[in-house]
């Protein structure tokens, strides 16, 4: 309790600026007390501003106030130096070399606990409080500490940067678009960042999705090893058996069938781990990139985000094409026949001339192809499937959204949307919020007359009632057009009748790299509608279309 009440006598007679006891103690109008040497050295920074303010609660006073001795407080903390106290408490953290210094402690400076990206300083502890107390920061965001707080002012016009150039990608202050980005597209740092950390998500889908094909690639390989074990034994075998009828006459060329059929063996095995081995170092690489960016999802600081996105966001191509393809062939069996066809012959054979025995080995057909086959039944489909929600800011304004953006609804009435240069301005359409890459499975719920499931490019024309911003007529989408009693295709403006069972679900497959995009009527069983071949240049978004009153579509959570 003593050393609590002296450490609190302590604290109440220091200086919130050197943290040590007051030195010729002032007391200036807002009542807070300061050495004099460091409040004078406080308000000097400040003079160029016209205004001097208080380091703690920030009230700010013009002209400079007159600085007068406090003699009551001298008294005070000369009497507490009699006691012996005066050292540094044990617990204080002195920045550094390595470690963010604190910006308001003077002297020997206390490290950071928080950076402040409205003020652009960093705090200790001490110095944090403010912002904690006072309800003028409250909307201060605070960060773990950064060294780089001065790459957030615009060395233009030394102004905090909080806008997006997206015409020459790079961060901006308010000031910016008035000279030099002039007409440019621009927007705030945040909705980048959050644009940005959309696209990230996407890339890290994409990175997962790939690690689960290539472990289930390398089950394949593995199995395969196994089965070529298998032949390889059973080969063997069977050759034994036949050559201890011959044991006298070919006792030789017994040790050589075998050791052929064991170094082949051992050649196939090694080619097949080989490619096992490459397609694990490719999982490792792949996990590696997912860690990365997800640290980079978790950066606070929308700048250091947009600064270190180009260098990390980009996916390297597969060294491997995307998937295994095994012809189920035999192994070893030619073997057991060219040995029964020598032991039936070989009376003849030997008095005339000695037939080798061709050891042919099938070789195993475990090369990568590209494109992996498209799956056939629904579970097959339902490994790739992808959580489908819809983006509020591209939903025409009858369209009623729900159930957690999965559901669209033709209201007959206009609903309360914000003005968004995303929004389809014309046509009943809305877009999803998730870019579409890779292997990818959705199904759609309709309900009523005319419902249009569709896949676009994100550049489609959103504003009037132009065929350039339909899907299916133009070149930037592609559209199943489902009416209660038939079914169409329609891309570039080229309609293809299409036949086939008319459930109420439509399942929708896409393989990007593959240029496959497929259309199924799902019920009891899966049936092929329609099927795409072609090239995508772009992420792909799913959209669809209602054109009749109180017809729906929902995107259905399938597992």
Not at 274 to 284: A, C, G, S
Not at 367 to 393: G, H, V, W
Not at 418 to 433: A, E, G, N
């Amino acid at each position: 309790m003593a050393q609590r009440a002296v450490q609190l006598d302590r604290e109440t007679f220091s200086c919130s600026i050197c943290l040590d006891l007051l030195k010729d103690p002032v007391t200036i109008p807002c009542g807070h007390s300061y050495c004099k040497n460091c409040i004078q050295s406080y308000w000097d920074e400040e003079d160029e501003k016209k205004t001097h303010s208080c380091p703690q609660c920030r009230q700010s006073f013009t002209p400079r106030p007159v600085l007068v001795r406090s003699t009551m407080l001298a008294a005070l903390v000369e009497e507490l130096k009699k006691t012996g106290l005066q050292a540094a408490p044990a617990d204080l953290c002195y920045a550094g070399a390595e470690d963010v210094a604190c910006d308001v402690c003077t002297g020997r400076k206390l490290r950071a606990v928080k950076s402040c990206l409205f003020c652009l300083i960093s705090f200790c502890e001490k110095h944090l409080q403010p912002h904690f107390e006072s309800p003028a920061y409250e909307k201060h965001k605070l960060v773990e500490p950064s060294k780089k707080l001065q790459e957030n002012i615009c060395s233009r016009h030394d102004e905090v940067m909080k806008m997006f150039c997206r015409t020459d990608q790079q961060c901006i202050c308010y000031l910016c678009p008035v000279d030099e980005h002039k007409g440019h597209d621009t927007v705030s740092a945040a909705a980048e960042r959050t644009e940005r950390q959309r696209e990230l998500e996407g890339s890290r889908q994409n990175i997962q999705q790939r690690i689960q094909d290539r472990e289930e690639d390398v089950k394949v390989l593995q199995q395969e090893v196994e089965a070529i074990n298998g032949s390889a034994d059973k080969a063997a075998e069977h050759s034994e058996k036949i050559f201890t009828q011959l044991i006298r006459l070919m006792e030789k060329r017994r040790s050589d069938v075998k050791q052929q059929v064991r170094s082949q063996r051992e050649t196939e095995v090694s080619r097949v781990k080989e490619l096992q081995e490459k397609l694990e170092q490719e999982i490792t690489e792949l996990k590696r990139k997912d860690a990365e960016l997800k640290k980079l999802s978790h950066t606070e600081d929308h700048n250091q985000f947009l600064h270190n996105y180009p260098s990390l966001s980009a996916l390297s191509e597969s060294t491997h094409s995307s998937s295994i393809n095994i012809r189920p062939l035999k192994y070893f069996e030619d073997v057991t026949a060219a040995v029964s066809e020598v032991r039936d012959k070989l009376q003849d054979v030997l008095r005339d001339t000695w037939t080798n025995i061709s050891l042919t080995v099938t070789q195993v057909d475990v090369l990568l192809s590209n494109p992996k086959p498209e799956p056939e039944t629904r579970a097959d489909f339902l490994r790739y499937s992808r959580d489908i929600t819809l983006d509020a800011n591209t939903a025409n304004t009858l369209l009623l959204l729900s159930d957690g953006n999965r559901k669209a609804t033709h209201m007959r009435q206009p609903q309360s949307y914000s003005d968004h240069p995303d929004r389809f301005t014309w046509w009943q359409q809305v877009l999803s919020r998730e870019s579409l890459t890779g292997r990818c499975y959705w199904e759609v719920e309709r309900r009523g007359r005319r419902v249009y499931v569709a896949v676009t490019y994100k550049n489609i024309s959103r504003a009037g009632s132009t065929t350039e911003c339909i899907f299916g007529r133009n070149d930037k989408s592609w559209m199943l057009r489902c009416v209660s009693d038939s079914y169409e295709f329609w891309s570039n403006s080229v309609q293809t009748p299409v036949s086939g069972p008319r459930p109420s679900r439509v399942g929708v497959y896409l393989d990007h790299s593959a240029g496959i995009l497929s259309f199924y009527s799902v019920s009891d069983i899966i049936t092929l509608l329609h099927r795409v071949q072609t090239t995508f240049t772009e992420p792909l978004y799913a959209g669809v279309c209602l054109i009749d009153p109180d017809t729906t579509a929902e995107f259905i959570k399938v597992k």
